[in-house]
């Protein structure tokens, strides 16, 4: 193991209560966990050694490796033959707001990357015809995107905006996010009405997502208005639930 793998978890300030009900490998995976979400083990960072790691904490192997698994299993860490335990990325937390998963993952500091699957026009389904107010069977654009995150697929985003306004190009669609590309051409993006669901991944999704067949997915199906009322588009999307969740803020009433 190269001396540097071991150096990144000797910073960190880590400790066990043996007192505490809590497992230990929980809490040796809550604390691991932490320092990835604040970005005190960061993307690419070697975990170090389980041997050293449970000397250090006077812990038994199994327990450090338990601890590690469950990361692993959370997304957090890979494990790579010949390199060792490896910081993934932290799991984006997106809030229930109108805002684009580019941009969340831009200010996550998750540097967003994109690939045009399709930018094409086609006749609107019973379902895009009703969340964009038009006939079924008119005319609407269909953008379908794979976004990832250090160049690891985390969405497959599904759009459809109305033609005869906003027209995306897709050079322009694989550098920045779609509201950016419609704030600039003069859309004011006022609300939107939006569904959260889970299904299961089909085999050509889990292909496409670098999932398996079956795997779970978030959904998100969203009707964006501007600030006339009227719907500019309809997004359909599905995303990595080892990779993402979706964070909401609830209010108690008075």
Request: glycine share 8%.
């Given at each position: 193991m190269p001396k540097q793998a071991a150096g990144q978890t000797?910073?960190?300030?880590?400790?066990?209560?043996?007192?505490?009900p809590v497992p230990l490998y929980f809490q040796l995976a809550q604390q691991l966990e932490a320092a990835i979400e604040q970005g005190r083990l960061a993307p690419g960072s070697l975990l170090?050694?389980?041997?050293?790691?449970?000397?250090?904490?006077?812990?038994?192997?199994?327990?450090?490796?338990?601890?590690?698994?469950?990361?692993?299993?959370k997304g957090l860490l890979v494990r790579r033959r010949g390199v060792g335990t490896q910081v993934v990325h932290s799991q984006v937390k997106r809030p229930l707001e109108l805002s684009s998963l580019y941009d969340d993952l831009e200010g996550a500091g998750q540097r967003p990357t994109t690939r045009v699957l399709?930018?094409?026009?086609?006749p609107a389904s019973a379902e895009v015809a009703a969340a964009l107010g038009l006939a079924e069977g008119a005319e609407v654009h269909r953008i379908e995107r794979l976004r990832l995150a250090h160049d690891e697929p985390m969405a497959y985003l599904r759009n459809h905006l109305p033609v005869g306004g906003f027209a995306p190009d897709s050079a322009r669609l694989e550098d920045t996010g779609l509201y950016r590309l419609m704030r600039a051409a003069g859309i004011t993006l006022h609300s939107a009405r939006q569904t959260v669901g889970a299904r299961a991944a089909?085999?050509?999704e889990g292909q496409l997502l670098?999932?398996?067949?079956?795997?779970?997915?978030l959904t998100m199906a969203r009707t964006t208005f501007d600030d006339t009322g009227r719907a500019v588009e309809f997004g359909s999307h599905l995303?990595?639930?080892?990779?993402?969740?979706?964070?909401?803020?609830l209010l108690v009433r008075p």
């Open positions: 000797e910073a960190l300030q880590l400790g066990v209560d043996r007192a505490s170090g050694n389980e041997i050293d790691l449970a000397h250090r904490l006077g812990l038994s192997r199994p327990t450090v490796r338990q601890a590690i698994q469950s990361l692993v299993d399709a930018n094409e026009i086609e089909t085999l050509a670098a999932e398996t067949g079956g795997a779970p997915l995303y990595r639930a080892s990779r993402y969740s979706f964070e909401f803020q």
